[in-house]
């Protein structure tokens, strides 16, 4: 019986490949960009419009997840992806343009998780054989709708974050032995601290981060020492810093296995403030350095924890606190639940 959220998959569904795509910001500043699959030239993809570029990053992103599997279109059962634009609509026009069964996930940049973990349930329930899950972000699409028209060239404080342009797909399916596998997961409850700052979403999410932490920790009877790595995102250098010292006062002393793909994205660097965000940030991070480390082995169990700031810009723009969510998905090398 599922409570508070904690999920165990009994069959542990594999992850069998990635496709991750980046824009040219990314291809030039983003520490990563070396290990993901296709890097544009153009924000657009030589497309006429933001958005459409925003479908083709997922469009091929999916492509190329299944192209090294050698699998084609008509094997996927269900195709689960979400992004920020309204009503998600790059992720419907990519859905039409596969022509998978296609159901939308909105978590905000926690989608790339909570895509993943509702995939792991239908594999786990025998209802699909092969999946394709992920997510993804446009900058100049969500930073026109969130905060300001790019052409005005408002300035950003310290604490604000750059949305990153990628798309990440993951193709999941019944356990093989030898890949990565999912052995359980914990779903988040919303947590709101009545934040009201649309440029401050690390700080407004990182207490939902440790709140799905500490129930994923319980709840599996885990501790932070079984990771090689607890990875976040996207809280970025500023809500990274909360969250570890929330950690901290709730016993859970942080050590170097803590991550957050946010912080890290840009190497720190301080033009892009507190880092990145999006939700193709954690995507294209949880779906190249860290699949490609349990690949190698580098990583024999990781916990992934993506963090979503559900707020729109209408709630906020009525003076509305900024509800979060926090999702985690386990993956492991080990072959067999330790659970």
């Known amino acids: 019986m599922v409570k508070n959220g904690v999920l165990t998959f009994s069959s542990m569904p594999s992850l069998y490949s990635t496709g991750v795509t980046a824009g040219p910001l990314e291809k030039k500043k983003s520490v990563f960009a070396e290990q993901f699959d296709k890097v544009y030239e153009d924000e657009r993809c030589d497309l006429p419009t933001n958005e459409h570029g925003h479908k083709q990053l997922m469009y091929d992103a999916v492509m190329i997840a299944l192209s090294k599997e050698k699998k084609t279109i008509d094997k996927i059962d269900f195709f689960l992806t ?36 509702t995939a792991a349930l239908l594999a786990d329930a025998e209802q699909a054989r092969w999946l394709i899950a992920g997510s993804s972000s446009q900058h100049n699409a969500i930073e026109r709708q969130f905060r300001y028209p790019l052409e005005y060239g408002s ?3 310290a604490t604000c974050q750059w949305t990153v342009t990628a798309a990440g797909a993951v193709l999941i399916g019944q356990h093989k032995e030898g890949n990565p596998s999912i052995c359980c997961a914990t779903v988040g409850k919303v947590v709101d601290m009545g934040m009201t700052d649309p440029l401050n979403m690390g700080a407004a999410m990182a207490p ?25 995102g996207d809280l970025g250098s500023n809500g990274f810093k909360i969250f570890k010292a929330l950690a901290n006062e709730s016993g859970l002393s942080h050590t170097k296995n803590f991550r957050d793909a946010g912080e890290e994205f840009y190497g720190n660097d301080p033009s892009f403030n507190a880092g990145a965000s999006g939700s193709g940030c954690s995507a294209a ?32 723009q009525q003076g509305d606190s900024i509800p979060c969510i926090a999702h985690a998905i386990e993956v492991t090398m080990d072959g067999v639940s330790v659970n």
């Open 82 to 117: 979400g992004d920020l634009v309204n009503q998600m609509t790059p992720s419907s026009f990519t859905a039409h343009e596969l022509g998978i069964p296609y159901i939308g996930m909105f978590a905000a940049c926690a989608t790339s998780v909570s895509s993943m973990i």
């Open 155 to 157: 300035q950003k404080g």
């Open 208 to 232: 939902a981060a440790m709140e799905t932490l500490s129930c994923h920790l319980k709840g599996h009877k885990k501790t932070i020492d079984d990771y090689d790595t607890i990875i976040t």
């Open 285 to 316: 991070v949880f779906l190249s350095d860290v699949y490609k480390k349990l690949q190698k082995r580098e990583y024999k169990r990781v916990l992934l924890i993506a963090t979503g700031a559900l707020l729109s810009p209408l709630t906020y």
